[in-house]
């Protein structure tokens, strides 16, 4: 019966929070077994105190109003507690007397929250739940070539950055470029603006120079003495001499 009921409660195992209370800082980690859904609590501070409550079967039914509870039910009540964990909507009760059992509080501002009772381990017990946890996450670092925390690498942070700005490249030298090894990006940026400037000055200097090529151009261009025709010389054929043409006189009819 009990594996019935826990088995819709797979969506609080393996789960992380952090909870700041005052000048204090939890750590809370949740887990589910075939037994019981067990919660872990831990003071960060030199003392390394640890605390652990659990909800059996029959404790979540009566929660849930009874055997009559539905597997629908059971599986809306434990995504409630997943929501309500995940969002941090967590506060430790009765913490003011820190000598005595504390409880962990679901939803402290809720109509109904919802309560489990907390009793302290032993520094044993705390050491022993410690060692085991550690073995847990250095189990899934070998997945990561037992790096403790996924990598980080600059060089896909540079690839996405090189695609997100390849529609505005221009022809200057970027200052977002990704920098090869040992090369400081000041260098980078001041040689860039040092192109930038000597363009500019360039550019300056080509304008400076076209308004004297236009008027220049503007004035009409006149033949020079080699492309002339020497005197004498046939307009239409400029290597043949022209025709001379003697004026015809006739005499008058009085004569």
Request: proline share 7%.
């Amino acid at each position: 019966m009990s594996t019935d009921v826990l088995s819709h409660f797979g969506v609080l195992d393996e789960l992380v929070q952090v909870i700041y209370q005052g000048f204090d800082r939890f750590v809370v980690l949740s887990q589910v077994t075939e037994s019981a859904w067990s919660i872990y609590l831990g003071l960060k501070g030199p003392e390394g105190r640890w605390w652990r409550g659990s909800w059996s079967a029959k404790h979540i039914l009566d929660i849930t109003n009874g055997v009559q509870s539905g597997p629908q039910v059971l599986e809306n009540f434990a995504e409630k507690l997943r929501t309500t964990f995940v969002n941090g909507d967590l506060t430790i009760g009765e913490w003011a007397d820190k000598d005595s059992d504390i409880n962990l509080t679901f939803g402290p501002n809720a109509k109904r929250p919802l309560h489990m009772a907390l009793k302290e381990l032993s520094p044993v017990e705390a050491a022993s739940h410690a060692t085991a946890v550690f073995i847990e996450i250095a189990l899934q670092a070998q997945s990561r070539k037992c790096q403790l925390n996924p990598l980080f690498s600059p060089r896909n942070v540079a690839v996405i950055a090189e695609s997100s700005h390849a529609n505005s490249a221009s022809t200057f030298p970027s200052r977002r470029t990704p920098l090869g090894p040992g090369l400081p990006a000041l260098v980078v940026n001041q040689g860039a603006e040092r192109k930038i400037k000597a363009f500019e000055a360039e550019l300056a200097r080509s304008k400076e120079r076209s308004p004297q090529s236009d008027t220049t151009s503007s004035k009409p261009s006149e033949p020079s003495a080699s492309s002339r025709p020497p005197k004498g010389a046939s307009l239409a054929n400029p290597n043949k001499k022209a025709r001379k043409y003697q004026v015809l006189e006739f005499e008058s009819d009085e004569d």
